[in-house]
């Protein structure tokens, strides 16, 4: 989680780049990382963990991550979700939780990492939340803050 951070930070002062960061882990090594990349590519799918997932698919020349953990400094969004569950990730560990940032960064209905999974079937698929989640947190607008307008997404 500590990379993931890392990666956000460093993604927070590139033009084109979001304060969100991934890293996909196997066997101890990280196989893939990423930040959201959505302004950059001009790509509303670009978020961080796809790119995380494209990018250890395409290493492994593979379309499953199975035993791999996506680790990410907020709680996956549904696509990033589903994205995880098609990959065949192990395990889904998230920093930032949806009541620590404000609700811009989720879809206006309340539905979280957790029902994407169940709706998938997919009870095999562990997910840990709030890992370092005050440090991640502290990269995102709180619930409630103003946002400026240039800044704003989802809303």
């Given amino acids: 989680m500590r990379t993931a951070i890392d990666l956000a930070r460093k993604a927070e002062r590139r033009p084109g780049l979001a304060p969100i960061g991934c890293v996909i882990v196997a066997g101890g090594a990280i196989l893939a990382e990423a930040s959201n990349e959505v302004a ?3 790509d509303p ?9 494209r990018r250890a698919a395409e290493s492994g020349a593979t379309t499953e991550l199975r035993g ?9 969004c549904g696509m990033c979700t589903m994205a995880a569950i098609w990959a ?7 920093g930032a939780e949806r009541h620590q940032v404000h609700e811009m960064y989720f879809d206006a209905r309340h539905l979280d990492t957790i029902d994407f ?3 998938a079937f997919r009870d ?10 005050e ?3 502290e990269l995102y607008f709180k619930p ?3 946002i400026p307008k240039a800044e704003q997404g989802n809303i």
């Fill in 40 to 42: 950059l590519r001009n």
């Fill in 45 to 53: 799918t670009a978020h961080a963990e796809i790119v995380a997932i």
């Fill in 68 to 76: 791999a953990t996506l680790y990410s400094t907020l709680q996956p």
């Fill in 88 to 94: 065949r990730v192990g395990r889904i560990v998230y």
């Fill in 117 to 119: 999974i169940g709706d």
């Fill in 124 to 133: 095999d698929l562990p997910v840990v939340p709030g890992v370092l989640g």
């Fill in 135 to 137: 440090q991640c947190a």
């Fill in 144 to 146: 409630g803050d103003v």
